[in-house]
């Protein structure tokens, strides 16, 4: 095993991963960010009375979810 070829291998791999990614987002990519967006705000007292009165400015259709207390 060449210790430096290991070396310059992971080096290589750091500059790909460390390299903006400039594909466009989709429409699922978005979906799945509001999502975890949600998740993670979910204790939230303004983000729950949001959610309860739908005070949205996403493009999705508004949903009326009646009796839910969490998603």
Known sequence: MDVEKVIAEIERLERIFSAPDIRPLTSSDISAA???HDQNLAN????QLWQRYGLCCRTEAPSLELGKTER
């Open 34 to 36: 509001n999502r975890r």
């Open 44 to 47: 939230s007292p303004w983000f």
